[in-house]
């Protein structure tokens, strides 16, 4: 019911806060002890472990029913109807290891496979990013809206680095892709961190963020933070969002999703004839 929804939220944002002062001390701590995980650019620090670990244990204890997706926890990932808290403890790691101050704790609420609180905390530039499903979406505490671009041609849009994942290289096609879009928007943005990408859409501050390789704790909490500051977020085809595919299309707007996904299925295309 909303009244257990607030009380979760209430809760948890409590918990997120005090999370991020663990980050904003060691942000500024130079040679972070940094292991790697499946390759020598995914990196995880003790602090990544650490967070996870104070937010697992403190929403346990206060809702023992309550399951958990967690970035450095999880082995696999088996998303129920239960209620499940889907976290990414540090967003932006490789951020964090440079002490480049864009990073954030994501923490979503799903229920019935659906987020109904979304949460991203940057506690270096005392950023906090909140949904609650059909209640707005705030940055500290105030609404944020959308922008109203409606052409490609004035966007400006959030883009990662072509990567990790192996499917995606900076192949040729890639690269006139990516030349096509810059020629053909305002320009590009790139803050290392999907969850912060995704509020930059939500507040107005970029029109589009797209990206493949992406795990549902990049995505969970600042998917409920476009759509409830009005955009929109698909697949990267347009269609429906799968929340588990890795690939994700959000955008401002309709006009704004229409340009992007047609270059996307374009692309995707062309990788498709090349083998
Ligand atoms: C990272 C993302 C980043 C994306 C990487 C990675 P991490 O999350 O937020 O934007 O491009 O694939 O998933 O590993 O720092 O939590």
């Known amino acids: 019911s909303n009244s257990s929804l607030d009380l979760f939220y209430d809760a ?50 206060k809702f023992p029913d309550h399951k958990f997706i967690g970035e450095e926890s999880s082995k696999e990932i088996v998303l129920t109807d239960a209620p499940t808290w889907v976290i990414d403890p540090i967003d932006g790691t490789m951020n964090f290891v440079h002490s480049f101050p864009h990073s954030c704790i994501s923490i979503a609420l799903y229920v019935n496979k659906q987020p ?7 506690p270096m530039l005392e950023q906090l990013f909140t ?29 990662e680095n072509w990567g990790p994942s192996p499917n995606y290289q900076l192949t040729p096609e890639v690269q006139e892709h990516l030349k096509s879009l810059s ?12 969850a ?4 930059m859409v ?15 704790w990049d995505i969970a909490a600042g998917e409920l933070i476009v759509t409830e500051a009005g955009g929109m977020v698909t697949d990267v085809n347009g269609g429906p969002l799968d929340r588990l595919a890795k690939r994700m299309l959000a955008t401002n707007n309709k006009e704004i999703n229409d340009a992007l996904a047609e270059r996307l299925v374009a692309l995707e295309e062309k990788m498709k004839k090349k083998g």
Do not use: W
Request: net charge positive.
């Open 202 to 216: 939500a507040c107005g501050a970029a029109e589009a963020y797209y990206s493949y390789g992406l795990q549902v």
């Open 196 to 199: 912060l990408d995704l509020c």
């Open 131 to 159: 949904a609650r499903k059909g209640q707005g979406a705030y940055l500290n505490g105030q609404p944020i809206k959308v922008s109203q671009v409606k052409t490609l041609s004035t966007a400006l849009l959030m883009l």
């Open 183 to 194: 020629d053909d928007s305002h320009s590009s943005r790139c803050l290392g961190s999907a």
């Open 116 to 122: 109904v609180i979304g949460i991203v905390y940057n």
């Open 12 to 61: 948890v944002l409590t918990l997120t806060k005090s999370a991020g002062q663990i980050i904003r001390e060691k942000n500024l701590e130079r040679n972070k002890y940094v292991e790697f995980k499946k390759s020598p650019k995914d990196l995880v620090t003790e602090t990544d472990k650490q967070v996870e670990r104070y937010l697992i244990d403190g929403i346990a204890g």
